[in-house]
């Protein structure tokens, strides 16, 4: 199976401080992998690695078979790989079509049509597979929370991307709307998008993917299917808190 992203010793200190040590993976194409892990284990730090907003110090990340280390956000997202953000940030003033007709326009450089003659047809497409496509027409900022984070992950689509990053897309939902949020994932997978996850709510994440990574505090500590990691004795002391010290009786 294709190999669409590998992390390679990835090791991010900020200052003194090490919050990502040394670590590795790989998501094939059309895979759904979550990272999971308590507060502060470097979740969203490995994203924003990934993504460009943070530096490395050491380590490689490889997408579809080249090193983007280091490259710049924008570079990052026209090489395919798309994300959204824990605290979605639509342009209020501009409906949601208009939001989503600017991330395709900002998708494709190379043959960048004039913003008036992007098709609103395809921006209609993208809204209606995150179901707001009846909300086309209203701002970005009247949207709720969870049509703000289902606006995000079609901005991110309508770039489209070969591999998509999700940051806590069901943070702060009601219910109802984490289900919906599950079901976009799922969706998402049945046409083959290659995503990475980064939630919360552990039952989301096991339902949707395929394989979760268990992170804590900067190491991964286990990585398969979610049956087997939710039950490894590490994950739950680290979900608990309960870490052992060595050397203690
Ligand atoms: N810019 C920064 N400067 C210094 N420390 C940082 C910076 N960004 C993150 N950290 C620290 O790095 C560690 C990992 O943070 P990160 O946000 O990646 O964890 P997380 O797993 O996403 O946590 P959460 O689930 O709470 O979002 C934390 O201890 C955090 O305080």
Request: net charge neutral; charged share 20%; with cysteine.
């Amino acid at each position: 199976m294709k190999r669409v992203l590998e992390i390679h010793h990835l090791v991010v200190r900020f200052g003194t401080r090490t919050v990502l040590k040394d670590v590795s993976f790989a998501v094939h194409e059309g895979e759904i992998v979550s990272l999971i892990g308590p507060n502060g284990a470097g979740k969203t730090t490995l994203f924003n690695v990934i993504s460009g907003l943070v530096q490395a110090s050491s380590g490689d990340v490889i997408f579809m078979g080249r090193p983007i280390t280091g490259w710049a956000p924008h570079r990052v997202c026209r090489a395919g790989i798309a994300r959204t953000f824990q605290i979605a940030r639509p342009f209020p003033e501009m409906t949601a079509e208009e939001n989503v007709l600017i991330a395709m326009w900002f998708g494709k450089p190379s043959s960048r049509p004039p913003l008036a003659a992007v098709n609103t047809e395809e921006a209609g497409a993208w809204l209606q597979l995150v179901g707001l496509k009846e909300k086309r027409h209203t701002l970005g900022k009247e949207l709720t929370l969870s049509e703000q984070r289902r606006l995000e992950v079609a901005r991110a689509l309508a770039t489209r991307p070969s591999l998509l990053l999700l940051d806590e897309i069901a943070a702060g939902l009601s219910p109802y709307a984490v289900n919906q949020a599950a079901q976009l994932v799922l969706s998402l997978r049945e046409r083959g998008m290659t995503i990475v996850l980064v939630d919360h709510f552990l039952n989301l994440t096991a339902r949707v993917s395929d394989r979760l990574v268990a992170l804590d505090q900067g190491e991964k500590i286990v990585e398969g299917s979610p049956q087997d990691v939710l039950h490894h004795p590490e994950v739950l002391s680290a979900y608990l808190g309960e870490r052992e010290t060595a050397g203690e009786a």
